[in-house]
Nanobody
Framework: QKQLVESGGGLVQPGGSLRLSCAAS????????VGWWRQAPGKEREGVAC????????YYADSAKGRFTISRDSAKDLVYLQMTSLKPEDTATYYC??????????????WGQGTQVTVSS
């Protein structure tokens, strides 16, 4: 059974940093992709970043480039999202999703329950 569990959310001041973690299970070892999406109140869910567990290929949304870094620990089936220079508009529930193979997860794939990130002074 495929499962993803997020952790690491919380309250942070503008300009601060936070690292989210996603623990994946049930996928073919080393042959799946994990993506981070986020959804703010009243807004559509949007993609943030994605990584291929096979070779570490990464993709970023424009809003994340230069501030967020996605990385993986393939041996532990863990994916991280390091977020820096956080802004109030980054406030959202962050979800990690998984998809078999080398393509980023979509809305129809497997998703965790989300972790809340609040950027506020």
């Amino acid at each position: 059974q495929k499962q993803l569990v997020e952790s690491g959310g919380g309250l942070v001041q503008p300009g601060g940093s936070l690292r989210l973690s996603c623990a994946a299970s049930g996928f073919i070892a080393g042959y799946y992709a994990v993506g981070w999406w986020r959804q703010a109140p009243g807004k559509e869910r949007e993609g943030v970043a994605c990584i291929f567990m096979s070779d570490g290929t990464t993709y970023y949304a424009d809003s994340a480039k230069g501030r967020f870094t996605i990385s993986r620990d393939s041996a532990k089936d863990l994916v991280y999202l390091q977020m820096t220079s956080l802004k109030p508009e980054d406030t959202a529930t962050y979800y990690c999703g998984g998809r078999g193979g080398n393509s980023c997860p979509t809305r129809d794939d497997y998703w965790g329950q989300g972790t809340q990130v609040t950027v506020s002074s």
